[in-house]
């Protein structure tokens, strides 16, 4: 007979819970620190500061390579160090476009369309 | 107190100096492997509607890389599934097995990461040539670019496509030595400091946790960016 309304009481006391993980949740995604958000943060800095590394190291390789099979020591390796340079710059642009782009459609999935952009802005 | 990098030191098992031995590197691999094959294996013999527990994880897995294809390769993407799934996974249980304490964590030798980086870059490179003809040549010079940027334009575009394995492998590589490091420094000091080892004891929970996060990531990266490359080789930017 006591059962039902201890049963209200109890989906009231899980629906408060259940309001609070959601409140806690957001605030999660948000600006608070957690374990996977730095090491999500670590990964795009180092996916940045590699991708332009790599192209420094290639572009010297190949001047480096050309220099010794020609013999035209610092030439090509001073020209081919500057593309790779500009080689790296080109990556980390469109590195930083694609996080970008990946960012952008998740917010959007995230706020359920880009309806909610208009008042906000 | 044990060396940081003794860790990453290759020990032969079996065939002593030959370039073929067997060594803890390729039992950590094959521990890899076999442990992934099975986890999908036994997960999925029930093959039930309402998956168990078990099974629900071999789903994640499947529909976490469906997804990943779906979104970053597009049409046409769905043949390549099998690749770069059994990529992720390889990658993935390498980098988590190597989390346990004693393990060997293959994924930080640059020789690994570089083999699967390279495997990456020729499959990719085949698959455009293969959809373009020599077409595919056009990826190294942009659409509309006047003719006379070609000197500049082409060199650096080759750069950039030849930085691609290098980058790939030694982010890979990177994140896991680090970690790995990092993880063996900071516990050097737990024995060192006596009562007050506590600390960089306290300090070691959360730095696991943190690299286990690393773990995985750096799994999906590797995996979403091979997915990238093969998306330019099928659709040309």
């Known amino acids: 007979m006591g059962d039902e309304p201890r049963r209200g009481v109890e989906s009231d006391d899980f629906d408060r819970r259940l309001r609070e993980a959601e409140a806690k949740a957001r605030q999660r995604s948000g600006t608070e620190p957690t374990d996977r958000g730095r090491a999500e943060g670590m990964a795009v800095g180092l996916r940045i500061a590699v991708e332009l590394a790599a192209a420094v190291v290639i572009g010297t390789a190949i001047g480096f390579g050309l220099d010794r099979w020609l013999g035209t020591k610092p030439l090509f390796l001073v020209v081919f160090f500057i593309v790779g340079c500009a080689a790296g710059f080109l990556n980390v642009y469109r590195t930083a476009q694609e996080l970008d782009r990946r960012r952008r459609s998740q917010s959007e999935r995230a706020d359920g369309g880009p309806s909610r952009d208009g008042p906000s802005r | ?237």
């Open chain 2, 1 to 237: 107190m044990a060396s940081p990098i003794e860790q990453f030191e290759i020990v032969p098992l079996v065939g002593g100096d030959s370039i073929v031995a067997i060594t803890n590197s390729t039992v950590w691999m094959v521990i890899a492997a076999t442990t992934a094959t099975a986890l999908l294996v036994f997960a999925m013999r029930g093959r039930a509607l309402v998956p168990t527990r078990m099974q629900s994880l071999a789903e994640i897995f499947y529909e976490v890389i469906a997804n990943m294809i779906r979104e970053n390769v597009g049409s046409g993407g769905r043949k390549y599934f099998p690749y770069i799934f059994t990529l992720f996974m390889f990658i993935l249980f390498c980098n988590v097995l190597g989390m346990i304490p004693g393990s060997m964590t293959v994924t930080s030798h640059i020789i690994v990461t570089f083999a699967m980086a390279a495997v990456v870059f020729i499959v990719v490179t085949v698959i455009g040539f293969m959809t373009h003809g020599l077409g595919y040549f056009r990826m190294f010079f942009p659409h509309g670019a006047p003719l006379w940027t070609a000197v500049i334009l082409v060199p650096v575009e080759l750069i950039s496509y030849l930085s691609r394995p290098v980058s790939l492998s030694v982010r890979l590589f990177a994140n896991m030595t680090v970690g790995h490091v990092l993880l063996k420094v900071i516990a050097g000091f737990v024995p060192l400091l006596g009562i007050f080892g506590i600390l960089p004891f306290a300090f070691l929970i959360p730095l696991t946790i943190l690299e286990i996060f690393i773990a995985v990531l750096q799994a999906y990266i590797f995996t979403i960016l091979s997915c990238v490359y093969l998306h330019d080789a099928l659709h040309m930017h």
